[in-house]
């Protein structure tokens, strides 16, 4: 008999193929955002669960769910699971890092790049039929190129928007992170480490690649905005709660910070009602990691490590590989 897995949001057809050649497979045909109790009804007999971000998985739903082996999420991210708990039950985590490094690195700075140059503000404009007119000063922005490009938050994904603003636009890049990288890799990176008080302070522009936890939670609030140049863009294409969205549209109301690029929001798909009526801020649904290529290279990789591990007792990208050992 085959085992059984859900996948518990809509993914690319193909990758449904895939997963019924291994598995006996449940889907979310309507693609509904299931409640917990709605996630526990359809998990409650499986083996395995293919997962993306929006779905929770926690100590409620893994003692709802005993048979449950292993969840694959189809997001290098993986702040919706619980991991110590499953951990605690013996149920491996996945994630799809590496496949969605360069996509998302291109996204940050396309992100920058409409944010500094008021793109989005400007288009608006435009289609509104306002432009009658050239103006010395119209959607005047910011530089990229020669400007200081902040990082906070230099894992592989910031490694390689530093790359990006190094070596295409001469930018002079510094960064904060948790640990330093080693020497070869910052001279790589063309990046210098500084606290991150002087992160705040020095950037022309800062982009947010960390990844959530309680630990990074508003790890820009009003304090952090304050210490940021008034002629200053922020980039958030983290997590929602990484910033702290309401202190966020209130500096952007009083100009004390020029302008922000969103991909994620706290609470999302909801968005902070201040972040919509600010005009200094582009927005966009987290879609940092969406090419097409992408987005197939990620449900491939979380289908394998599906495939892995009832194949083979082991995943190909362990959240909590201590699990197969016990
Ligand atoms: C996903 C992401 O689109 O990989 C991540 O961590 O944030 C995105 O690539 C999202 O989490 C859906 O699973």
Known sequence: MKPKILVARAVFPETIAYLSQHFDVETNPSDEAWTGAQLVEHLRDKDGAFTTGSVRIDDEVLAACPKLKICANMAVGYNNFDIDAMSARGVLGTNTPDVLTETTADFGFALLMAT??????????????????????????????????????????????????????????????????????????KARYVSKEELLKTADHLVLVLPYSAASHHSIGAAELAQMKPTATLVNIARGGIVDDAALAQALCEKRIAAAGLDVFEGEPKVHAD???????????????????????????AADNLIEFFSKGRGLTPLNPQVLKA
């Open 116 to 189: 500094a140059r008021r793109l989005t503000e400007s288009e608006h404009y435009l289609r509104a039929g306002k432009w009658n007119k050239w103006s010395y000063d119209m959607f005047a922005g910011s530089d990229i190129h020669g400007a200081t490009l902040g990082i906070l938050g230099m894992g592989r994904i910031g490694q390689g928007i530093a790359k990006r603003g190094a070596y295409g636009f001469g930018m002079k890049v510094i960064y904060h992170n948790r640990s330093r990288l080693d020497a070869a890799m910052e001279a790589e990176c």
């Open 275 to 301: 972040l919509l009526t600010v005009p200094n801020v582009v927005l966009t649904p987290h879609i940092a990691s969406s090419s097409v290529p992408t987005r197939k290279a990620m449900a491939k990789l």
